[in-house]
């Protein structure tokens, strides 16, 4: 088993690390992703543990990370920085190449449906193009420049 270094947090409150020991960080990435059913397994989130934190006394949350909600066959995917000011930004991940005009048109129930998040089509994805992007967040701390970002203005 390799060094921890990111934390993963399913629903909202439990947490721990991720794991490679019994498959591969994008293996276990996209299998956690295609188990969400949007009821029992309606959220998750990825953060780079802090250096030299020692996760046997705490498991630290992040002002930085990458969460999804939804199930398996339609997730949104949010993307959460804190500038150098200190000032958060939360994003809605969108495929490349469409400008959606207009209110969002998608409903994505979450926690049972007790709650729903409303985004435009192309922010709808697959646990597996999900997959993809997290991965590329373990890899790099971001997301690839060929998604869209459209910021969130959360009071």
């Given at each position: 088993?390799?060094?921890?270094?990111?934390?993963?947090?399913?629903?909202?409150?439990?947490?721990?690390?991720?794991?490679d020991?019994?498959?591969?960080?994008?293996?276990?990435?996209?299998?956690?992703?295609?188990?969400?059913?949007?009821?029992?397994?309606?959220?998750?989130?990825?953060?780079?543990?802090?250096?030299?934190?020692?996760?046997?006394?705490?498991?630290?949350?992040?002002e930085?990370?990458?969460q999804?909600?939804?199930?398996?066959?339609?997730?949104?995917?949010?993307?959460?920085?804190?500038?150098?000011?200190?000032?958060?930004?939360?994003?809605?991940?969108?495929?490349?190449?469409t400008?959606p005009?207009g209110?969002?048109?998608?409903?994505?129930?979450?926690?049972?449906?007790?709650?729903?998040?409303?985004?435009?089509?192309?922010e709808?994805?697959?646990?597996?193009?999900?997959?993809?992007?997290?991965y590329?967040?373990?890899?790099?701390?971001?997301?690839?420049?060929?998604?869209?970002?459209?910021?969130?203005?959360?009071?």
């Open positions: 088993m390799t060094p921890i270094t990111h934390l993963r947090e399913v629903n909202g409150f439990s947490r721990g690390p991720l794991l020991s019994f498959e591969p960080y994008p293996d276990q990435i996209r299998y956690s992703l295609n188990q969400m059913d949007g009821t029992s397994f309606w959220a998750y989130s990825l953060w780079r543990a802090p250096e030299g934190a020692d996760l046997l006394e705490d498991i630290p949350f992040s930085d990370y990458i999804c909600a939804g199930s398996a066959s339609a997730l949104t995917v949010e993307l959460r920085v804190v500038d150098a000011d200190g000032v958060a930004h939360q994003y809605v991940i969108g495929t490349p190449g400008t005009t209110e969002p048109s998608e409903t994505i129930p979450w926690d049972d449906g007790r709650r729903s998040t409303r985004v435009y089509p192309n709808v994805f697959t646990a597996d193009e999900a997959a993809d992007i997290f590329a967040y373990f890899l790099t701390n971001t997301i690839p420049d060929t998604y869209q970002r459209r910021e969130l203005h959360l009071g």
